[in-house]
């Protein structure tokens, strides 16, 4: 497995692009050593409504010369144009500036797993995150780390949900709307690039959130100890 960040020392100078994207607009933040931040710009998405189709363009750079000219950024912007515009996404993302993240911390670990545990189609719970970075029992740290995610979708932090199968937050809560359309945008892809789907990914391919809420709800009432197993058992 690759390693998320990079060995370069960080150059110090960091340029800044605005992408255009069916979620709104995204920033990407670069130095020539790597990435430092991607997220969509919004605060909150309490009005979130999706462009479907809309593609993927640069529309502003804070500074001379082109986007092409910083190697991280310019492979970021096309991640996302394939990412956005042909639902395929590669699970080899561009490098993270060492300067971001601690190395060999937990955090560090979890944004290293997650590509290659949830990529496209799939989802994997805070817990089996948390389980992946060798703690069973460091839920929390796994979710302050989803919520600390320095390179949003490039590092799918929207595919880590509850272990009950229910979205959990994003962004602190404050972009659950992207979170859930995130969901099903790749959720639709899946049967077109050939995901084998786990059950907790048949709910998300087949069943409406509304649908899932409630199915929840049953559950958690029938057997609240046992959810996974009962939701297993019912897709049979
Ligand atoms: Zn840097």
Redesign the pocket.
């Known amino acids: 497995m690759k390693s998320l960040l990079t060995t370069i020392p960080?150059?110090?100078k960091?340029l800044e692009f605005i992408v255009t994207s069916p979620i709104g607009d995204i920033k990407i933040s670069?130095?020539?050593?790597?990435l430092?931040a991607v997220h969509p710009c919004g605060k909150d998405d309490s009005t979130f409504s999706a462009d479907v189709g809309h593609p993927v363009l640069l529309k502003t750079g804070k500074q001379d010369g082109s986007i092409t000219d910083c190697r991280p950024a310019n492979e970021c912007y096309m991640w996302l144009k394939d990412y956005f515009m042909h639902k395929v996404a590669s699970t080899d993302v561009p490098s993270l500036?060492?300067?971001?993240v601690k190395k060999d911390s937990f955090c560090a670990k979890a944004l290293q797993q997650l590509p290659e545990a949830a990529p496209i189609g799939k989802t994997i719970s805070y817990k089996d995150l948390a389980r992946l970075c060798g703690n069973e029992q460091a839920s929390r740290a796994a979710g302050h780390a989803m919520a600390t995610n320095p390179m949003a979708l490039l590092i799918p932090c929207h595919r880590v949900i509850t272990s009950a199968g229910t979205p959990g937050n994003y962004a602190h809560g404050k972009k659950n709307n992207t979170k859930v359309w995130l969901l099903k945008f790749r959720a639709g892809s899946a049967s077109e690039v050939g995901v084998t789907c786990t059950d907790h990914q048949h709910l998300f391919l087949q069943y409406s959130f509304t649908d899932l809420f409630l199915l929840n709800l049953f559950f958690f009432f029938f057997d609240k100890h046992n959810l996974d197993h009962q939701i297993t058992v019912f897709l049979r």
């Open positions: 960080c150059t110090g960091v670069s130095c020539q050593a790597g430092h500036c060492s300067s971001v």
